[in-house]
DNA sequence: TTGATTTTACTACAAAGGTACTAGTGTAGA
DNA sequence: TCTACACTAGTACCTTTGTAGTAAAATCAA
């Protein structure tokens, strides 16, 4: 059974979503807040699992309240229900720590699977703002420069400039491709002169920058 | 309606997706394929509006005909649909266009749902992969290790540091901190064993990872 | 097959990087 | 004042990096 809380300062639809949840057995309403401050409040007495918080609402805005309610109880999951698709909103609630971000033009049934997916570790995000966070992570496209360098490197240096960019000196690279350092240190040159840098601090710069290589 | 291409190599699979999809008056099947080349001639054939494609297809995998049709056809949307949760995977196949990156575990009324979404302009990330996103975009919070280990830098070393993260060589260095370039390894040396690193290299990678300086 | 490219590897050398130690100066705080 | 630390700079030494030039085998497209 989900334990869910309801926050949003409008009677009417808090109880248009009740109506709406009472029908899922497996999804129980054990809390209601108008604002902020009530919702930080009644976390601690009534140990929801889930929070339907709606970001403008008096006292301490939904993101506020997500900020500290996060701090406090970690594992308790936020999915935000807002009118407004606001990229700052939406950022500045997921930077904070919210579990979902939905819009309140979303389908009873979409909110319905997002709390069950949120309850269950995931995050949610509606197609709406889906699509801004793509576009935002999408500055690549077709740049015809970059692809141009990038196509220039043979398929042995690219596999040495995933190994610069991992940080690995000469002989560790040797060592991983099976080669000689003698070897590394010819393609780690032609690397610098087709990229056009100096030294392998200026790869590992120029391959984050032109994203031609997945950190982390 | 909503014209449909399948792109997988495995025969079970379409078939099965066909039965789902035959239950849906809006959506049609108007072509298969079997691997990348065979998906990219037949985009030219049959104009689908939305492609679900498979990323572990032979002759031009899944990511590769995603750009490649992209480029050709920009309005067609194009839904991965893959087993595969590798972050490596997600990111290039959302940075080679593609509109939505479903697992091959999501419950079918999902798949359909998101064949609308994408038919509709809406991007789609599976739950999973959108915790990884958010997790990616998410490295604020209150995160004590880094802050202490940036606090232990001091001053100065924070300025070489900054000039190491532009790739600049020691005599450089020097030359901008109007210092030797044997007081710039003193303080190399002493960041490298504060960030616990071994070279320069290194250093550029934590410094990125761990976003004590600003890239671009 | 021919020719171009890629990949491999060597020698040799110059430059840069990195460590270890000593040491003087200045500054901030107990 | 005394101590701790930051900043500076040097010497010495060794390692790594990067360049140049030569060259052979493998691969691949024409």
Redesign the interface.
């Known amino acids: 059974m989900i334990k869910l809380m309801l926050v949003d300062d409008h009677a009417v639809l808090r109880d248009g979503l009740k109506n709406i949840l009472d029908m899922e057995t497996d999804i129980e309403v054990v809390a209601e807040a108008v604002n902020g401050n009530d919702a930080i409040a009644k976390v601690k007495d009534e140990q929801p699992d889930v929070i339907l918080m709606d970001i403008n609402i008096p006292e301490k805005n939904g993101i506020e309240a997500t900020s500290i309610i996060k701090q406090l109880y970690p594992s308790v999951k936020i999915l935000m229900l807002t009118m407004y698709d606001h990229d700052e909103y939406f950022m500045s609630a997921?930077?904070e720590?919210a579990d979902g971000y939905l819009l309140k033009d979303a389908p009873s049934q979409q909110v319905v699977d997002a709390i069950r997916?949120v309850a269950g570790?995931?995050?949610?995000?509606h197609?709406?703002m889906?699509?801004k966070?793509?576009a935002f992570?999408?500055p690549?496209?077709?740049e015809p420069v970059e692809e141009k360098v990038e196509g220039a490197l043979t398929g042995r240096e690219k596999e040495v400039l995933l190994c610069?960019?991992?940080?690995m000196?000469n002989k560790e690279i040797a060592g991983s491709l099976y080669i000689s350092d003698k070897t590394v240190k010819i393609h780690v040159s032609n690397i610098f002169k087709k990229l056009g840098?100096?030294?392998?601090?200026?790869?590992?710069?120029y391959a984050?920058?032109n994203?031609l290589v997945?950190?982390?």
Chains 1, 2 share one sequence.
């Open positions: 997921i930077r720590g997916a570790g995931q995050s949610v995000i197609p709406t889906t699509k966070f793509l992570q999408q690549k496209a077709a610069l960019v991992k940080g000196n840098v100096k030294s392998r601090s200026q790869v590992v710069i984050v920058q994203q997945p950190l982390t």
